[in-house]
């Protein structure tokens, strides 16, 4: 039998039995659905003059393509291409075309398939933040981004089971090279947890690490790992209607090994986007399809996701607002959207808010409800985004942890039989009595409803006696604990030496340069 390595920490539930406080209630691992229809807030009328609106776009003012080999490949499939200017224009056809290849639903297998992500139709799956530079707690204060947070906040997306996959770096580790730190990340993912990751896409190199570590995570070849995809990204586009040189390669190099993409227009309305929501859902929706229509060039039957964050500025101030009642609408008609193309739809919630604190809640359930009822299948940025994406927050992550749970548990279908109308229940308690000695009760009691993890709900004197501990000082405590209780997943010794080998060879190649 092959070695396996040694869990590095190994204070799980079993060891802390007899010490300290019992482990966090949390819901079991499960696939996650939505059973109810999908909320229509747009008309079919509606979602069909956003279609010819976007078709306009594409067909009469173009987008511009800062790579030559994406120039190329439009060129090629009989795009109108200006060199000059760079801007490229397809028409309709094309796109009712190229749509024709792409994929309704798939899936990406880390490498512990109990954890694969299922993308499209009812599913919905949640991510851990992605991307701030900087990470924040309660007890250190704000701070650079670092690998010791990278690796912690890492082990916590392990530790919860309703943290389906891992965002693209939880935070930046800026203490190490730009150029390489994607492979120390990477590693921290694929041996810090078995779960499924989003790979940087600046550009072929960071995606292609991503690719090849995963494929030697799983024992895979590329070529195998083309059709088994295990890994997705982001592309952003540089709204208005641009894509950079390094988010075209880098979307060519995932859809050219089969992974999956999401092409996500960063439509903020009134500064790059039009000010109204029907506007800026014109705009998103060229752009995401202009994207999608690059992944079927490259390799038609590509996985890849309709991508929505269109969310407002601050008008006095010009600084984006999430979580607003125009961010929760355009979550919403953006799952139309991405039904509409037969896509798997990509979403996010979102805060603006600079601390855990009421604001980030409600700023972030106020999203997270458009996104379930936009039938949102990846959610991305789901736990600890904080200051608008700049920080990644300790405390922040529980109590999204706990909003996302209390989602998972609405989402749980009301079961109505024979056993759960409890008409006996109903006539052996005399009027006026209570049913908490009643059988039906007692048989029921333990697991009748969601235990929460974060709330607290002792009257006024008993939670002052316990200490008189709010949200997020209690938050505090909750991220301490699940990183006592934490369990390194078990990984092959050879397979860890390989994707060792692999980091250390790839820095020696990358140097000083680009990778």
């Not at 906040?153 to 392990?158: I, K, S």
Request: proline letters at 6%.
């Amino acid at each position: 039998m092959p070695r396996m390595t040694e869990p590095r920490r190994k204070r799980g539930a079993e060891r802390t039995s007899n010490r300290g406080p019992a482990a966090i209630p949390q819901l079991p691992l499960r696939r996650v659905t939505n059973p109810y229809p999908p909320m229509a807030m747009l008309s079919a009328d509606q979602i069909e003059a956003i279609h010819q609106a976007s078709m306009h776009i594409l067909e009469n003012f173009g987008i511009e393509v800062m790579s030559p080999r994406a120039l190329s490949l439009f060129e090629k499939a009989g795009a109108a291409v200006d060199p000059a200017s760079a801007n490229v224009r397809i028409d309709r056809g094309m796109i009712e075309e190229v749509l024709k290849t792409t994929r309704s639903n798939y899936t990406l297998t880390p490498r512990n398939p109990a954890h694969t992500v299922h993308l499209g139709g009812n599913t919905v799956n949640f991510t851990l933040v992605a991307g701030p530079p900087n990470v924040h707690d309660m007890e250190r204060g704000r701070r650079a981004g670092n690998l010791r947070d990278y690796s912690d906040l890492t082990r916590l997306a392990q530790h919860f089971n309703c943290i389906h996959m891992l965002g693209n770096q939880v935070c930046a580790p800026v203490e190490l090279p730009a150029n390489s730190r994607h492979l120390d990340t990477y590693l921290a993912n694929l041996t810090l947890t078995d779960k499924s990751f989003h790979v940087s896409a600046i550009g072929r190199g960071r995606a292609l690490d991503g690719i090849e570590m995963m494929a030697i995570s799983r024992g895979l070849t590329l070529d195998q790992m083309r059709e088994d995809p295990g890994v997705t990204t982001i592309i952003s586009v540089n709204s208005p209607r641009r894509f950079d040189e390094m988010m075209a390669e880098g979307l060519m190099t995932m859809a050219e090994f089969g992974q999956s993409v999401a092409v996500t227009p960063f439509t903020l309305m009134g500064a790059m986007s039009p000010v109204t929501l029907a506007g800026a859902l014109a705009q998103q929706n060229a752009e995401a399809l202009f994207g999608v229509v690059l992944t079927q060039l490259v390799r038609p039957g590509a996985p890849v996701m309709y991508g929505a964050f269109t969310s407002n500025v601050d008008m006095k101030s010009g600084a984006p607002a999430f979580g607003t009642p125009e961010n929760t609408k355009a979550n919403i008609a953006s799952g139309q959207l991405a039904r509409r193309y037969n896509l798997p739809y990509r979403t996010t919630p979102g805060s603006a808010s600079n601390a855990a604190d009421a604001q980030g809640a409600y700023e972030t359930l106020m999203a997270l409800w458009g996104a379930v009822l936009g039938h949102g299948n990846l959610v991305y940025h789901a736990a600890g985004w904080q200051e608008g994406g700049l920080t990644a927050s300790f405390e922040k992550f529980i109590i999204d942890v706990e909003m996302i749970q209390h989602m998972m548990e609405f989402l749980r279908p009301i079961e109505v039989n024979e056993a759960e109308l409890a008409v006996e229940a109903l006539g052996a308690v005399p009027t006026g009595g209570h049913f908490f000695g009643e059988p039906h009760t007692l048989e029921r009691y333990a697991t009748a409803f969601y235990q929460p993890m974060l709330s607290n709900w002792q009257n006024y004197e008993a939670w002052q006696e316990a200490g008189g501990l709010d949200t997020t000082a209690r938050a505090t405590r909750l991220w301490k604990k699940a990183l006592e209780d934490y369990v390194e997943p078990v990984m092959d010794i050879a397979v860890r030496e390989a994707l060792e080998a692999y980091v250390i060879k790839r820095k020696e190649a990358i140097g000083q340069g680009e990778p």
